[in-house]
């Protein structure tokens, strides 16, 4: 069974199986874990920064955070602990939809109320995916360390030898500082990170050798393995490669694709892709790299070792010479959406929307001076007492999405009262991205990943998004289903010279198509965590009425706990087979 076969599964049958597996006891499995952050001390480049003791943050007391692995139709359990002295939590399963339990997304202020110190709260959900996908702080810029890979499994078919990749950018600066800069009149921005990490490790530069050398993956020659590359940035998209090596790609963002033979793979924060990996090279070691693209890249240090069985030993010393690494293209605005494929090619997008709203953004001053992103002129600022979801169910505020008479909305959709776009059930959207010059003339790339949906990505153009212009209209040939996309800068990139006479000219757009089939309050925003801080997003309000069937009260207003793990597993799954023939 594909994955996408496994996503168009009746409600009611899954629901119906939720019941037998509970009341039977057959192949369901309650996986438990529990995250525990705290704050440490990191120096993953091998550069001791001068930061102070609360920059750093860990889970479990590590860094990546632990790898979770469950299978299709398994139940997690995850209790996420926030030891943390004075700041606030949450974690956010990225790729997962959260169907039906749109409180568990954790995103603060939106679907929950922020974890406090010494707080926990207990996500529990079934497993619907297969795939790639990982979790991560909400909060702030803790992504940047609180992260870890989530691996889910399709316990019908057998699996090659599985290897996690984990991407992430790194900087020599105090984190609380970095955070304080962004937000502050006298704005400064997080800067260009100074190493990206694979796994957690590199070194920084010829003077910073340490013990931990770079990241080693010990292959056997003459296998295939699926290498499952995660983009855990919090700014910089990356070129990847391996040396001697082509990498095959099968999956993305939790879909399968026809297989793609490729020499390298564009990675950008919050994409995930699984490739495999053939060592049919001569045993020894070989050089991956990620490097930056489409910004200022200053780091040139993201290197790791792939390192064949029976060779010499993997060099813990910086790369001696360049030209061991393998080489990365510089910046193209073609897309590697024009070669993909899903495995499942009967699925197609829908032939029309009904909808179509364009979100343009476009870096502002704030009143007080400072910098922030906009979309449609709108800086998104979070809720900081109670969170949205409640707030929209039980404290009367009118469900505007539950009207077919949408015709009270301005800005293209967007709802003021609620801070929101509303949406209605079934809607086909199709939502056009479209780039801007920032203040200083320069066009940045945007990845953009959307909370509890995921797409088709129909087209993409240069300049400014015109429909009657289709000289300007590249149609994706065959469109792919994901949950995170980039938008490239087509004009005033970051390796041009900054010229702010382009302000707010338009650079560059993508055209994504989504289904309103997922009731609940979802983020849609820029996964440049610094840029989402600035308020870089907009928030989808969907059919909020048909949540009131799946919620008591108690369970939507629970500010510490889900109501879940005090109730057992059979009267969860009587009460989710009764509500299936609501549904």
Not at 411 to 420: E, L, M, R, S, V
Request: charge should be negative; hydrophobic fraction near 40%.
């Amino acid at each position: 069974m594909s994955l996408r076969e496994y996503r168009l599964l009746n409600k009611q049958n899954f629901l119906f199986l939720l019941f037998l597996n509970v009341i039977i006891s057959v192949s369901t499995v309650n996986r438990e874990y529990s995250l525990t952050v705290t704050y440490g001390i990191l120096s993953p480049d091998c550069v001791q920064a001068n930061v102070s003791r609360q920059s750093s943050l860990l889970i479990n007391g590590q860094f990546p955070g632990p790898e979770i692995r469950a299978s299709y139709g398994d139940i997690l359990i995850i209790n996420v602990f926030n030891k943390l002295e004075s700041e606030d939590l949450t974690i956010h399963f990225h790729g997962l939809f959260m169907n039906n339990t749109p409180h568990l997304d954790g995103v603060p202020y939106i679907s929950q109320s922020p974890i406090k110190p010494n707080a926990s709260f207990t996500h529990v959900f079934r497993v619907q995916l297969v795939g790639t996908f990982f979790y991560h702080s909400h909060v702030g810029l803790q992504a940047v360390t609180v992260f870890g890979a989530l691996i889910l499994e399709n316990k019908l078919s057998q699996s090659l030898s599985d290897i996690v990749l984990m991407l992430s950018d790194w900087w020599h600066t105090d984190r609380l500082i970095q955070e304080e800069g962004l937000l502050s009149p006298t704005f400064t921005f997080v800067g260009e990170p100074k190493s990206i990490l694979l796994n957690g490790k590199t070194m920084y530069n010829s003077s910073y050798n340490c013990s931990h050398g770079y990241h080693v993956i010990n292959v056997a020659r003459n296998q295939t393995y699926r290498l499952r590359i995660i983009g855990a940035t919090t700014l910089a998209t990356l070129n990847f490669a391996i040396a001697g090596h082509t990498l095959t790609i099968i999956e993305v963002d939790g879909n399968y694709v026809k297989p793609l033979e490729v020499s390298y793979l564009e990675v950008a924060s919050g994409q995930r892709y699984s490739v495999l990996l053939v060592t049919n090279n001569t045993t020894d070691n070989y050089y991956m790299f990620a490097d930056v693209r489409w910004r200022r890249n200053i780091a040139h240090n993201g290197i790791g070792i792939l390192h064949y069985e029976n060779a010499p030993d993997a060099p813990n010393t910086i790369v001696p010479n360049q030209s061991l690494l393998p080489y990365l293209p510089p910046e193209t605005n073609i897309y590697l959406a024009d070669r993909l494929q899903l495995q499942n090619d009967t699925l197609h997008p829908p032939s029309n929307a009904d909808r179509e709203i364009i979100l343009t953004g476009t870096q502002v001053r704030n009143y007080d001076g400072g910098v922030r992103w906009a979309m449609n002129k709108v800086v998104y600022i979070s809720p900081n007492s109670s969170y949205l979801l409640n707030d929209l169910y039980f404290n009367n505020k009118s469900l505007i999405s539950s009207s077919n008479n949408l015709s009270n909305l301005t800005n293209g959709g967007y709802y003021a009262p609620h801070n929101t776009y509303p949406i209605r059930k079934n809607e086909v959207i199709d939502f056009v991205i479209q780039n801007t010059a920032a203040l200083n003339g320069v066009c940045e790339g945007h990845p953009y990943h959307t909370h509890g949906h995921e797409f088709w990505e129909i087209s993409y153009g240069d300049g400014e998004y015109d429909p009657n212009n289709l000289s300007n209209i590249h149609v994706i040939p065959h469109s792919i289903m994901r949950d995170s996309l980039f938008v490239k800068p087509s004009a005033y990139a970051y390796y041009e010279y900054a010229n702010s006479t382009n302000y707010k000219k338009p650079c560059g757009w993508k055209k994504i198509r989504l289904i309103a089939d997922n009731p609940g309050i979802w983020p849609l925003h820029c996964h440049i965590v610094s840029h989402m801080m600035m308020g870089m997003q907009i928030v989808l309000e969907e059919n909020l009425q048909d949540l009131r069937i799946l919620y008591a009260k108690d369970l939507l207003t629970s500010r510490s706990t889900s109501l879940f793990p005090t109730i057992s597993w059979i009267k969860v799954a009587v009460v989710f087979y009764v509500l299936s023939f609501f549904i």
